[in-house]
């Protein structure tokens, strides 16, 4: 499959396989994600928080929710 512009792929086999992503820049150009994508990133950081939270261990909850605010740092105010 031919790539155009500065990308990642993956591979899926369904139902339930997943590559990690492969990234491929072209022509030096960076990857530039939608603010689509990155919000729909962002909404998958909140959501996996919201669900493991419960279980984290009181003496890690700070560190783990250090790791999530920084993954939610990534992600929010796309340009």
Excluded at 22 to 35: D, L, W, Y
Excluded at 49 to 73: L, M, N
Aim: hydrophobic share 35%.
């Amino acid at each position: 499959m031919p790539i155009k512009i500065s990308s990642w792929s993956a591979l899926r086999i369904l139902p339930s396989s997943h590559t990690n992503p492969v990234f491929v820049a072209v022509g030096g150009k960076p990857i530039r994600a939608s603010k689509k994508s990155a919000m729909r990133c962002l909404a998958g950081v909140d959501r996996c928080w919201s669900q493991k939270e419960p279980a984290i261990r009181c003496a890690e909850k700070d560190e783990t929710r250090g790791a999530y605010d920084a993954a939610r740092g990534v992600s929010e105010d796309p340009r």
